[in-house]
């Protein structure tokens, strides 16, 4: 096994045509897959006896939380790369996944508490999961914040990197603290949404949907990686060929 | 911090000579130093337990001057004053050495960086974690919290001030070279130091109550150590990248 496609993903010029090539490859599976996903959730599956037709928010909503959890990991594995290696492109990859992370937790939080309302009876319940999603959107804000208070590039790239390496080791301390803090101050239980007993019927799409959702993720952080890629080499003369400037 | 970027022994200091103090002594000197000029301007070190009086002041105004009702929400009163008030004073921690550039000579003398501002947090915390958990007592106090619960007060108080003090060190570290950073260091800082005041708080609730606290006591110190171990590190690292 040679490692010489990975140290190949080093050149920009490289890097930028392998992300084009690549990203086909999961824009169209992704869309095939939510697609059949939706049609799945949204009609095959049947109604939920306790909550209707109210817990089809969870097709979206839990493969937003899944991302905006893995987005982060992501993230903070790039920069710890980044920071080990000296590899601009790890850096690149952080950069660009971190708005969409950012998005999907934004996601997250809206479907969690239009989901609330019929559920709760209130858009917002001081709910462990959905307090730690909110927390770690402020981690996100914090991480995007970091970054674009540098206006040098390499020092934006690394001094970030720290932050998602700490933030990425709290996020579990963090996730447990406020589960201990919600078991002493809530008296009703709540419900989750994704109980394991889940019928066939409805978990096949929501695999779809988790499976659609990742690749979806890839195919975007590729779009916006070859973005970070032509702007971090703007001044290079192989920009100016591959765009035929 | 531009003239220097080309000195490339910034990353990769020598060693120190055979004959230099040992760590423990430099870490002693650090703490000397600190302590030293921090009390030429003290008025520095008042400022951030006015703030943290006058934040305590404002629920009463706020809400309800009735004690009975006061003891209720003491406890969350007096954590989120806590931790705004020891942000405001992690400005202090790092910019005047930066500034005048003795950061660089840390960085450039061959000595660990990660002790040198690990001696650095402790003066900081001295200075401003201490002082704090000294009046918090005073200020639950007057929030009509029983005099029994003060020594837990005065306990969970100390041990969250040091992971303040220890998770703002990453802040400040991360944020040195940003202008005017007070707000993306509040960003920064908060949410990683959410469990401190989820245990904090509840320490202080139970010790109002009258209930044991020393469990959540324990989860405090706890996140204290775990802090000592990691985040003078993280510190070095962010303060090395931040003097390139």
């Known amino acids: 096994m040679t490692w010489t496609w990975f140290h190949r993903l080093a050149s920009p010029p490289h890097l930028y045509r392998t992300a084009g090539r690549l990203t086909p490859w999961f824009a169209w599976p992704a869309a095939l897959l939510i697609i059949a996903g939706l049609i799945g959730g949204l009609w095959l599956a049947p109604p939920d006896y306790q909550q209707g037709d109210a817990y089809r928010i969870m097709y979206v909503h839990a493969p937003s939380a899944w991302l905006s959890l893995m987005v982060y990991t992501i993230m903070a594995v790039a920069g710890a790369i980044g920071l080990i290696w000296r590899m601009k492109a790890a850096h690149a990859l952080a ?12 996601a997250t939080l809206v479907t969690g508490s239009l989901w609330g309302k019929p559920m709760w009876g209130t858009y917002w319940q001081w709910d462990p999961r959905l307090t730690s999603e909110l927390l770690l959107f402020f981690l996100y804000l914090g991480y995007m914040g970091l970054r674009a208070a540098f206006e ?45 007993t889940m019928p066939p019927s409805m978990l096949v799409p929501l695999l779809l949907m988790f499976l659609g959702f990742t690749l979806f993720f890839g195919a975007v952080v590729l779009v916006r990686l070859q973005g970070e890629v032509l702007n971090r080499e703007r001044a290079a003369h192989w920009v100016e060929e591959e765009l035929g400037a | ?26 870490a002693w000197m650090m703490l000397e130093r600190d302590l030293k000029l921090a009390f030429r301007k003290a008025s520095q070190l008042v400022q951030p337990l006015a703030f943290f009086a006058m934040v305590t002041t404002l629920f009463p105004l706020a809400i309800t001057p009735e004690l009975t009702r006061l003891r209720h929400i003491a406890s969350g009163v007096l954590w989120a004053a806590a931790l705004l008030s020891s942000l405001l004073a992690l400005e202090f921690l790092f910019r005047d050495d930066a500034q005048d550039g003795t950061l660089e000579q840390y960085a450039l003398s061959g000595r660990a960086l990660t002790g040198l501002l690990a001696a650095k947090t402790a003066a900081h915390w001295l200075l401003t974690g201490l002082p704090l958990a000294l009046i918090a007592p005073l200020a639950a106090v007057s929030l009509g919290v029983p005099a029994h619960a003060l020594p837990g007060i005065l306990a969970s108080v100390t041990l969250g001030t040091v992971t303040m003090s220890l998770l703002g060190a990453i802040g400040a570290a991360l944020t040195l070279g940003v202008r005017r950073a007070g707000a993306l260091l509040s960003l920064l800082t908060l949410p990683l130091a959410i469990p401190v ?47 390139e």
């Open chain 1, 152 to 196: 040098d590039l390499q020092r934006a790239d690394r001094v970030s990197a720290v932050l998602a390496v700490v933030g990425v080791i709290n996020v579990p301390i963090i996730h447990y603290s406020v589960v201990w803090w919600n078991s002493l101050h809530q008296g009703p239980s709540v419900m989750y949404l994704g109980k394991p």
């Open chain 2, 1 to 26: 911090m531009s003239e220097l970027s080309v000195v490339p022994s910034l990353t990769r200091p020598e060693r120190a000579p055979r004959n230099a103090p040992g760590a423990a002594a430099v």
């Open chain 2, 197 to 243: 005041l989820i245990f904090g708080a509840h320490a202080t609730q139970l010790a109002i109550r009258g209930q044991p606290y020393g469990a959540a006591l324990t989860l405090l110190g706890a996140l204290a150590v775990f802090g000592m171990t990691l985040a003078p590190l993280a510190a070095a690292a962010a303060v090395r990248i931040n003097l």
């Open chain 1, 95 to 106: 950069a660009a996944a971190a708005p969409i992370g950012a998005s999907f937790t934004l």
